[in-house]
């Protein structure tokens, strides 16, 4: 199986990033040129969750939509989802993902910024397909922006 890896440091707690990933109404507003949506369509995020998420422009090239079946989880750490519907289906079986956030200890606050890793795995169809390197890349424009999501709520 081939895999593409990538890692970003947030300004933000991993409990916190974990959160914002799992929760459908804060997913799909963090970086909608990349992420348009989320929903459970199946379970509430726990292993055999069912989650169609909505592509935006920057993964135009993957399709409109794709359906994951989570894997594994971590509460507070990771997430591990397979797509199991989907134009990107069409390219790759099988894709899976993990995203894991690791906490980091800082000099003023303990846990206040943490490592965003993105692991993609994944067999192309046919030998002509490139690897998804657009996807890992817009994945992790998509957990930088993480650390300047404010929910309408907190605005002032």
Known sequence: MRSLKGEVVLNIPAERAWEMLMDNDIFG?????????AEYIQ????????????????????????????EKVEIGRSVTFTVIGGELRDKFDPYRVTFTFIPMATEVNE??????????????????????????????????????????????
């Open 29 to 37: 507003k963090i970086n909608p040129e990349v992420i348009a949506g």
């Open 43 to 70: 379970g509430d995020g726990c292993p055999g969750s069912l989650r169609v998420v909505k592509l935006g422009p920057a993964l135009s090239g993957y399709g409109k939509e794709a359906t994951k079946r989570i």
């Open 111 to 156: 846990n206040q910024k943490c490592i965003a890793e993105y692991k993609s795995e994944f067999e192309p169809l046919t030998p002509a397909t490139p690897p998804p390197e657009t996807a890992r890349n817009a994945a992790l424009v998509l957990l930088k922006s993480f650390e300047d999501f404010e929910p309408a709520a907190t605005r002032s």
